[in-house]
């Protein structure tokens, strides 16, 4: 799922080198990726990072810490930005890196949670070098494709397949129940709010099929998609509590 994120920032923004080395592996499930965005003093403000990229012979040195990084202890890549001008303005200066996880220098410690499971990662980097092949777009120009990127996670993630219920579990699970008057109507108004969301995810692709930037429909359909992964589960689990409709002689 990730690195569905990441392909049409390659495809817009990507050399063709990049775009065959990185495009097919990735769009076949063999070749796995994090995303090394946000930091411990830059997650909702994430152009306040301070990972630091130096310039090196051949490419960057790239140091600093990542946080909350889901899948990084078995990625293969990360797409990472980092501050590659400090002079610059906060939302210039920053370049759009990908980094082979497996480099000298990654080290990916997990947070573990109270139950013991480990979903999240801290990510530290010390001079990590990447090549200047696996810069994405133009230096210093970084945030104009990681706002692509996160366009496209945040559709991504207001399906039901990437924080919970959506339309599918919610069919799945009424499948062969008898329903009264009043969940048919409950069920029907949530199977229309899941396609309505959906047709802003349309709406969002055909954009980028005219080669248009991803706007605020992502924003919104996340904001809504995340909203209704809920209320389908909230749904679905006080239907359990509740006794069967009698049934009609």
């Known amino acids: 799922m990730i690195g569905a994120w990441l392909v049409p920032s390659l495809v817009r923004y990507g050399t063709e080198e990049q775009k065959e080395k990185f495009l097919r592996p990735t769009l076949r499930g063999q070749m796995t990726w994090c995303q090394l965005f946000s930091e411990p003093g830059a997650g909702s403000d994430l152009a306040s990072l301070s990972m630091k990229a130096e310039r090196v012979e051949g490419g960057w040195k790239?140091?600093?810490?990542?946080?909350?990084?889901?899948?990084?202890?078995?990625?293969?890549?990360?797409?990472?930005?980092?501050?590659?001008?400090?002079?610059?303005?906060?939302?210039?200066?920053?370049?759009?890196?990908?980094?082979?996880?497996?480099?000298?220098?990654?080290?990916?410690?997990p947070l573990?949670?109270?139950?013991?499971?480990?979903?999240?990662?801290?990510?530290?980097?010390?001079?990590v070098f990447v090549p200047d092949e696996h810069v994405v777009?133009?230096?210093?120009?970084?945030?104009q494709v990681a706002r692509n990127t996160l366009s496209n996670e945040r559709v991504s993630l207001s399906t039901g397949g990437g924080l919970g219920m959506g339309v599918p579990e919610l069919l799945k699970f009424f499948a062969g129940?008898?329903?009264?008057?009043?969940?048919?109507?409950?069920v029907g108004k949530l199977i229309a709010q899941g396609q309505s969301i959906d047709l802003l995810g349309l709406r969002t692709t055909l954009k980028q099929l005219n080669g248009v930037e991803p706007g605020a429909e992502a924003s919104v359909r996340k904001l809504l998609g995340v909203q209704f992964?809920?209320?389908?589960?909230?749904?679905?689990?006080?239907?359990?509590?509740?006794?069967?409709?009698?049934r009609s002689r």
């Not at 777009?137 to 945030?143: A, T």
């Not at 129940?177 to 409950?186: H, Y």
């Not at 992964?229 to 009698?246: K, L, T």
């Open 177 to 186: 129940k008898e329903l009264d008057a009043v969940a048919t109507s409950e």
């Open 137 to 143: 777009g133009e230096v210093n120009k970084g945030w």
């Open 62 to 109: 790239l140091t600093g810490q990542k946080i909350w990084t889901s899948m990084a202890q078995m990625a293969q890549w990360g797409f990472c930005i980092a501050r590659t001008d400090p002079d610059a303005a906060k939302h210039d200066g920053i370049t759009y890196f990908l980094v082979d996880m497996k480099a000298a220098g990654v080290d990916v410690r």
């Open 112 to 127: 573990r949670e109270l139950t013991g499971d480990a979903l999240f990662n801290e990510v530290f980097l010390d001079a």
């Open 229 to 246: 992964n809920q209320d389908v589960a909230d749904y679905c689990w006080a239907s359990q509590a509740r006794p069967p409709p009698p």
